[in-house]
C-alpha cells in the first residue's frame, strides 16, 4: 500500500522557517521524481519544487532562493526547508511521488505564514 505521510506545516511568523518532511513507503522510492506543491484558498495546485531521482532539483520562481528540496533514497524521505517565509507561501503543502505511469499523492500538511 502506498503512503506518502507529510509532517512539519504549522503557523509562522512573515521571514520565518519551517522544515517539510514526507515520509514514503509501498513503492520503490529511489525511482520516483519527488516534488511538492502546494494549493491556497481559491487557487489551483501549483509545483513548488522537485527532485529528480538522479537528485537534480528546479523550483517555482517564487521561491527560489529561499526553499531548498532534498531527497534521501536510504530513509524514503523527501524535505523542503522553506526560509524567509512570506504570507503568500499560505497554503496547503502536498508531497507528489511520480512514475513508472503512476502518480501518488500525500495527504498536505498546512502551512501559514502570519503575524
Known amino acids: 500500500q502506498v503512503q506518502l505521510v507529510e509532517s512539519g506545516g504549522g503557523l509562522v511568523q512573515p521571514g520565518g522557517s519551517l522544515r517539510l518532511s514526507c515520509a514514503a513507503s509501498?513503492?520503490?522510492?529511489?525511482?520516483?521524481?519527488m516534488s511538492w506543491y502546494r494549493q491556497a484558498p481559491g487557487k489551483a495546485r501549483e509545483l513548488v519544487a522537485r527532485?529528480?531521482?538522479?537528485?537534480?532539483?528546479d523550483y517555482a520562481d517564487s521561491v527560489k532562493g529561499r526553499f531548498t528540496i532534498s531527497r534521501d533514497n536510504a530513509k524514503n524521505t523527501v524535505n523542503m526547508q522553506m526560509n524567509s517565509l512570506k504570507p503568500e507561501d499560505t497554503a496547503v503543502y502536498y508531497c507528489?511521488?511520480?512514475?513508472?505511469?503512476?502518480?501518488?499523492w500525500g495527504q498536505g500538511t498546512q502551512v501559514t505564514v502570519s503575524s
Open positions: 507528489q511521488a511520480w512514475g513508472r505511469g503512476y502518480t501518488y
Open positions: 509501498g513503492f520503490t522510492f529511489r525511482t520516483y521524481v
Open positions: 527532485t529528480s531521482t538522479s537528485g537534480t532539483t
